[in-house]
């Protein structure tokens, strides 16, 4: 081996206090005014880290957030940092934040953002560099203007980013698959407007190294940061909406139990880790969204972020869907006869049996969330739901020996009233719904009463994927790779819940690179291209090696084009007269249970003419309106014609 390439790559300095032994006391170091010369030497200012790591933003109705996320600091640094525009070639300080000592972050929130043109920005932080001397440290971007005369908005999304698998640390130069360059180059070319990470934005023990819970807090902005350098490129000029999942708060799962301390282990119910902690994953990742919806901390003081965001004409729910849940320990569930309280696997054990009364899946607070939203259509002509996972089990085999497990309890299938729940809130607003986690993408339409009747899912592919999964009801064990017609159609889920497959990246395919230990367990994202003008979702799913631009690529079964309101599919006991609007443009329906006073569902639609659909015999309101300027009518008493030409007129 030739002599230099013994040296090829980064040089470090670093100052270890040394060893500490019961005779030895650690020595300190210190390194001043070195330097490195020679012909093989090349200096890149441009890669340097820190002490700015990344920065996240959020624009919705005209406010935008910042997230700076800075290194580690000593805590007597200046805490003051300034967020500048550019403003006639003038840079203009438009707000100032405290870097916060625990989570290394500031946070910026500025109303009255002008979201009609693009702004370059920069986060500026003054540090002493000598005694008598300061230096500015800068990171920038693009705040885009908000794209609400364009006719389509991207989405990239985004799981389980691991950035090696478990075990073999040492082989650094065949296992790191960070930095992921070669995935954002590939997300980039699809243009996204919208980034979103459903969680698992580092793995406790695989990123890269074991977890160390004495320093927790530490260790985890440690891992943290790592997936800042990954992805700063894109989320200094992309809207991100990121939020954490099990291993991003040290968990192997997340049953939240809304926030108390778990009495044991993660499965029995709420977070293993300190309030403080929990709330540092949370600043780092989330307190750049749109302010929460109800702010009201959960117990021990824990923060509730779960919001809504409005861009580009499309108004999205960003769920926080474990944060409630009820663990599956110490509450009474029968004996799961694997020796893990989340797995069943007695092919004679009825599942409907698991679905106790008091278990909680979104908390009351969730759900009262996503009925408002449902009903708000300010600013917006299509809905999406963001979360951490999907609402059902769809995995059947699980690990690297592919083990058959009947029914996972920490995926959104269970508890299944709880389950049924959420996705009544969901197709009240037509919405799709964006969700990871579970490293197996699915393509799904939802099922409450009868099968299709509910939304239709994307769970998109692992970044990495250190644990697959598979979607394979017929097979047991040894798991063999099933064709598509041997898994799609109407099907129940491990826990009885109607789902209709249409695709799943199953594992076990030579997926033909050169890096089979990275693709062959099927990593890659999803995109979603909202069409506004056609009131549909164009949805894909992409392997990590694929070529952007050649969609014959994706994975099998994707992509696919979804109605808007095939989101809400249920077939309709009847229908109300035919409403005919004069003097509003694409106008939102409100239809309203008289009897109940429930929002049956609310939807902007595109045109004059609409015929509202009802799901029961009886009395209902019909509200037209426009939000954006707040025309509003209601007609009252109005009930299900026989005659498919009946009409009823609203002139604004």
């Not at 699915?442 to 239709?456: R, Y």
């Amino acid at each position: 081996v030739d002599d230099a390439e013994r040296v090829l790559g980064n040089v470090a300095v670093v100052s270890h206090p040394g060893t500490k032994g019961p005779r030895l006391e650690p020595a300190l170091y210190a390194f001043d005014d070195w330097a490195i010369t020679g012909e093989g030497v090349a200096h890149h200012p441009g890669q340097t880290f820190g002490p700015i790591a990344c920065a996240q933003h959020t624009l919705s109705r005209g406010v935008l957030k910042m997230t700076a996320q800075f290194l580690p600091m000593d805590d007597n640094a200046p805490r003051g940092v300034d967020l500048q525009v550019n403003q006639g070639g003038q840079w203009v300080t438009v707000d100032t934040a405290e870097r916060d000592t625990l989570s290394w972050t500031a946070g910026f929130r500025v109303p009255d953002w002008d979201d009609t043109v693009d702004q370059d920005y920069r986060v500026r932080y003054t540090m002493p560099v000598s005694a008598d001397a300061t230096h500015d440290y800068t990171w920038s971007g693009t705040i885009r203007r908000d794209p609400v005369d364009e006719d389509e908005l991207t989405v990239a999304a985004f799981t389980g980013n691991i950035n090696m698998p478990w075990g073999n640390r040492r082989n650094w130069k065949n296992i790191t698959f960070f930095p992921h360059h070669d995935l954002v180059e590939r997300v980039v070319q699809h243009d996204p407007d919208v980034l979103f990470f459903s969680g698992d934005q580092l793995y406790e023990g695989g990123s890269p190294s074991f977890a160390d819970r004495a320093h927790v807090e530490i260790d985890y902005l440690y891992k943290w940061l790592l997936w800042c350098w990954a992805y700063r490129d894109i989320t200094a000029d992309i809207p991100t909406v990121t939020i954490p999942d099990d291993h991003d708060v040290y968990q192997g799962n997340v049953w939240g139990a809304g926030g108390r301390a778990a009495p044991g282990r993660d499965n029995t119910g709420g977070y293993i880790h300190s309030a403080q902690f929990v709330n540092v994953v949370h600043r780092t990742q989330t307190s750049h969204l749109p302010d929460p919806y109800d702010p009201t901390p959960i117990d021990r003081g824990i923060t509730a972020y779960y919001t809504d965001m409005v861009y580009g004409r499309v108004s999205f729910a960003v769920v926080a869907d474990r944060m409630f849940k009820s663990g599956c320990a110490g509450n009474g569930l029968p004996p799961s006869g694997t020796g893990r309280p989340d797995h069943y696997n007695n092919k004679d054990f009825d599942t409907a049996d698991l679905d106790l009364p008091g278990l909680v899946l979104l908390g009351e607070r969730q759900l009262s969330f996503l009925n408002h939203w449902a009903g708000d259509w300010e600013g917006a002509d299509m809905k999406v739901a963001l979360s951490q996972t999907i609402f059902a089990n769809m995995a059947t085999h699980h690990g690297g020996g592919m083990s058959y497990v009947i029914a996972d309890l920490d995926s959104n299938g269970w508890p299944q009233t709880g389950r049924n729940n959420a996705l009544r809130e969901l197709r009240r607003a037509f919405a799709l719904h964006i969700a990871g986690d579970q490293h197996l993408a699915t393509l799904v339409h939802h099922g409450i009463d009868s099968h299709e009747d509910a939304v239709w899912s994307l769970c998109v592919p692992s970044v990495a994927n250190a644990y697959p999964r598979a979607w394979a009801p017929e097979v047991r064990e040894p798991y063999a790779v099933p064709s598509n017609e041997a898994f799609m159609g109407h099907r129940q889920d491990g826990f009885k819940n109607l789902v209709t497959v249409y695709a799943a990246s199953n594992p076990g395919r030579d997926m033909g690179t050169d890096w089979p230990l990275l693709h062959d367990n099927m990593p890659g994202y999803g995109i979603v291209v909202i069409k506004k003008d056609d009131r549909a979702y164009d949805v894909q799913c992409w392997p990590r090696s694929a070529d952007p631009s050649d969609p014959s690529q994706q994975y099998e079964g994707w992509p696919r084009l979804i109605e808007q309101q095939d989101n809400y599919a249920k077939e309709p006991a009847g229908y109300l007269p035919t409403v005919v609007v004069d003097g509003l443009d694409d106008p939102v329906i409100h239809v309203i249970n008289e009897r109940t006073g429930e929002l049956v569902y609310a939807l902007r639609i595109k045109g004059d003419t609409f015929r509202p659909a009802v799901f029961e015999d009886g009395t209902y309101s019909v509200i037209v309106s426009q939000p954006d300027t707040g025309a509003r009518q209601t007609l009252r008493g109005q009930t299900v014609s026989e005659d498919v030409d009946a009409t009823v007129e609203v002139a604004f």
